[in-house]
Structures are given as C-alpha cells and as structure tokens.
C-alpha cells in the first residue's frame, strides 16, 4: 500500500471532501442554467478541489469562469438541501436520467450502463424557488458523499478550464473540464490562493527561461527539452553528486542502450500492458524490429541474468542516469513536467 493511502482515505472521509464534492455539483448547476444544452459527465473531488467535464454547445474562455462563479452564489444562497435518492432499479435510474432529454444524457446513459447489476443507484438532487418564482432544480447521478445544503458553499473559487477526452480515451470527444477549488473557511482559501501565486513565481517554465537552463523547439519537436549550457552545467553536478552517494551506498552503475529488440519488451511483458506509451516500432534491413526504450528495467534483469548467482552475492544494486522514451500524448506535454525524452537516475535492486 502506498505510504499516501491513510492521507487519501482520511480526505475522502472528511467534511472538506463532501463540500468539493457538492461544490461540483453546484458548479455544474450554474453551468446547464447558464449554457442550455451542456451535457454533464463526470465531476469528482480531487486533491486540491473539484472539477467537472462537460460536453459544452459552444466553446468557452477564462473569463466565463467569473460569470459562473456569480450564478454559483447565487444558487448558494437558496440554501438548496441536497438530498440523496435511491432508484430502486436501472429502469427507473434511467427514467430519472432522461427527465433531462435523451440528449442530455448521454454521457449519464453510459455510466448508468457501467454501473454493476444489483449495486445500488443513487443520485443527488438540489432544488428551490427563487425570490422572482423561477424553480431551480439539479439532480445527478452520484454515489456521493454530499453536505446537506448548498448555503455552507460560500468559500470557492473557480480556477481553470482544460480539454478532457470522454473516459480519458483519445479516440472519444475532447470535453471541457473546468477546475475549481473550495474551503470551509475564507482564511483556508486565501491562504491558498496566496500559495498559488508564491508557487508562480517559482514555476520552473519561468526560472528555465529566464535563467536560461533550457528551451523547447518546434523543429525539434514536442516534449523534447534541449538543455542550454548553464542547464547542462547543473544537471551534471546534480548527477555527479547523485553518482557518488549512489556508490557510497553499494550501487554499481551500468549503461545501456537507447533501443532494444521488440523480443526484450515482450520477454518483460511491456508489449502487453504498456504498447500506447511506445513510440512506433522501427526495422532494420533484416526485419528486425527494434524499440525506443521506455524504461531500464528489462535491460537491468538482463545484465543480472548474465551470469549464475549465489545468494552470497545478493543484494546486487545497479543505478543508471538512462534516457527513456514516452510516447506522451500532445495533450498530456507539460514542459519538465511531462515530456517524451526524460532522464531518469533509476536503479534496482536484487535480493533474497
């Protein structure tokens, strides 16, 4: 289990995780009333906030994120209780999802369909009417967990919109995924939204630039750093450093080489599970297929299974500064942070 797994489960257990939770829920209402014809997907709490993904009738840009938080508030302060309701079946789950318009709900019909036989169904449901008469009504498929009344939604903030493919796969329609953050309290939020601007100031996108440590070129193509001379400079003392502790430590460093044999990755099993982050394959004049590589570990067991071992010689620890390949989706590319050639101080260790 992952040294993160009591933190996350705490979050998803707290108070804090229900308000982002109904926060998306209310982000979601203000989008459909002020965008007719926006058809909802999915919209979760995450570690820092929420977001929600939804097919949009028409494009929209940053500065629409100030008029849906306005319509936010103002649907806040109905003081809507969110109340939970169970279907007693899928029929009747669906009936409630199609009040909105088969075409509305799409994307709904489809997680409906996912959802295993016999497990139970339940959506969320916000409703009131407005000092002028208007009634407001919300209700999502959802299994929850909700706060009881949208008024304790008072402290959030719209932050972002990206693209986001149907169920994260490609080949379905890009929807827009509007990212927001909300806290219990007013402090909690501006302390936030403080950090985030301190963090900005020490984006590294910024820092390599303006201290010229590297650069990105459309010739060279995406994802694909080149590392100036003060750069280069400070990867090599960081590697060097990096070497030395490593060997302090009992690890003996190998090299190897950028591509490797399509025999070696279906020997390891990554042809099977991990083909989609593979750059096309290559042959040579022999038909010879050959890959870039993606990671060390395949040729590391090799250089292990060179030679018979005894368990007098275990642990045997080998680090390598490789260069891997990631066939990365333009989408995903985020300067440093995801790129297609990274280099990686990677190491592994063999024991009884």
Same mark, same amino acid.
């Given at each position: ?48 906030? /929420? ?33 939970? %309701? ?41 409703? =009131? ?13 959802? %299994? ?13 903030? #719209? ?6 493919? &149907? ?14 953050? =909300? ?30 440590? /590297? ?9 694909? =750093?080149? &590392? ?18 490593? #060997? ?11 591509? =490797? ?50 368990? %007098? ?40």
């Amino acid at each position: 289990m992952s040294a993160l797994a009591p933190e996350k489960q705490a979050y998803e257990q707290s108070s804090l995780y229900r308000l982002r939770h109904s926060a998306a829920h209310l982000m979601a209402q203000a989008v459909t009333e002020l965008f007719p014809g926006a058809k909802l997907s999915i919209g979760p709490p995450v570690e820092n906030g /929420f977001y929600y993904d939804i097919d949009l009738p028409s494009p929209i840009k940053e500065e629409d994120l100030g008029k849906i938080e306005q319509r936010m508030r103002e649907l806040s302060k109905l003081d809507m209780p969110i109340v939970r %309701r169970v279907a007693k079946d899928k029929a009747e789950a669906r009936e409630i999802i199609l009040q909105e318009g088969e075409e509305a709900a799409l994307y709904k019909l489809e997680l409906l369909d996912a959802i295993p036989a016999g497990e139970e169904v339940s959506f969320y449901e916000q409703r =009131a009417t407005d000092k002028q008469g208007k009634e407001h009504v919300f209700i999502d498929l959802c %299994r929850g967990p909700h706060i009881e009344s949208t008024k304790a939604i008072k402290h959030f903030k #719209l932050m972002s919109i990206a693209g986001a493919y &149907w169920r994260g796969d490609v080949k379905n329609k890009q929807l827009t995924r509007i990212y927001g953050t =909300a806290f219990e309290t007013k402090e909690e939020l501006e302390q936030y939204l403080f950090m985030l601007e301190e963090a900005k100031k020490r984006d590294h996108r910024v820092l390599g630039r303006e201290l010229g440590l /590297f650069m990105f070129s459309h010739n060279v193509g995406p994802g694909l =750093a080149l &590392w100036l001379p003060k750069g280069a400079v400070l990867r090599d003392v960081l590697s060097d450093f990096m070497k030395q502790e490593q #060997l302090k430590r009992g690890y003996l460093p190998v090299v190897t080489p950028h591509i =490797a044999s399509k025999r070696l990755y279906e020997k390891s099993g990554h042809i099977q599970t991990y083909k989609e982050k593979m750059f096309p394959f290559m042959e040579d004049e022999e038909k010879e297929t050959f890959i870039l590589k993606p990671m060390n570990c395949p040729f590391h067991i090799e250089i292990y299974q060179s030679q018979l071992r005894s368990y %007098r010689d275990l642990p045997v620890r080998y680090a390598e500064f490789g260069t891997v390949y990631r066939y990365e989706q333009s989408g995903e590319l985020f300067d440093l942070m995801r790129v297609r050639c990274l280099h990686m101080n990677d190491a592994h260790i063999y024991c009884t």
